[in-house]
Every structure is written in structure tokens, then in C-alpha cells.
């Protein structure tokens, strides 16, 4: 199956896991994923990850974070999409639900947080929401 927005089927997948009280969720894997799975893991919006090596596509192994039975990640939402890319300069990135969440950039220096982002002073295209 052709997927158009890769970056927005990884989301749905973990929204999914997280309504269904999954304990783990796996997704096919790319660099940006990686990435964007390593900055959840940072922030300790998710409890670990694994890239499991299979001769076809490489998965990432998602165990997702509870906090006395209520999931940790309430929310995801993705911004910039493949019809509407969303770019913003440093001085003027989001904060996600006054500073409780996280935006994720894409820049110039690689995939990082919005907090990062501030203080390394590059903007670039804002991926997603977590929060």
C-alpha cells in the first residue's frame, strides 16, 4: 500500500495503540521516524524503543508509557503536511499547550524539539504536536 504521508500514518498508529490501551505498537522504519521515536523517548513521552532488522523493511518497536492507567502521550497532531508545508523561523515556533508539550522541527541540523530548536536558533518545517 502506497502511503502518501508517512510521517501522519506513524502518529495514527501510536493515537491508535494509545486508545486501545496497546502496551507496544510497531511501525515500518525510515531515518525521520527513528528520529522522531528517539525525541519521544528523550521527552519521556514513551517508556523505550527497539528497530527490529527484517530482510524486507526494518520496524520500530514502540513501548508506549502509562501513568496510573492513563496514557502519557493525551494527544498528537500532525502540522506541516505534504499539500500545506508549515515552516517557521526561531523566534516564532509554537508552544505546545503553553510549554506541557512538544512541538518536533525539521531543520537544518537535524530533528529536534522546539525547545532545542530556540536555543540553537534555527527554524525550520514544524512536523507535529505532542502533548
Known amino acids: 500500500m ?14 491508535n495503540a494509545v486508545k486501545a490501551r496497546q502496551r507496544r505498537v510497531d ?11 528517539q ?17 524486507k523493511q526494518n520496524i520500530i ?6 501513568h496510573n492507567g492513563k496514557p502519557v502521550i493525551q494527544g498528537l497532531r500532525r502540522v ?13 515556533l509554537p508552544r505546545v499547550r503553553n510549554g506541557l508539550g512538544i512541538a518536533i522541527v525539521s531543520t537544518s541540523k537535524g530533528v ?3 525547545a532545542q530548536a530556540r536555543k540553537e536558533n534555527v527554524g525550520g518545517e514544524v512536523l507535529a ?3
Do not use: C
Open 27 to 37: 511501525i515500518p522504519a525510515s531515518k525521520l521516524k527513528r528520529a522522531i521515536t
Open 80 to 92: 506541516s503536511r505534504p499539500g500545506i508545508r508549515y515552516y517557521k523561523p526561531a523566534s516564532e
Open 61 to 66: 518497536r514502540i513501548l508506549l508509557k502509562y
Open 129 to 131: 504536536y505532542i502533548w
Open 39 to 55: 525525541i519521544l523517548l528523550e521527552q519521556k513521552f514513551i517508556a523505550n524503543y527497539t528497530v527490529l532488522e527484517d530482510n
Open 2 to 15: 502506497s502511503k502518501t504521508d508517512p510521517i501522519a500514518d506513524y502518529l495514527t498508529r501510536i493515537r
Open 112 to 114: 529536534m524539539t522546539d
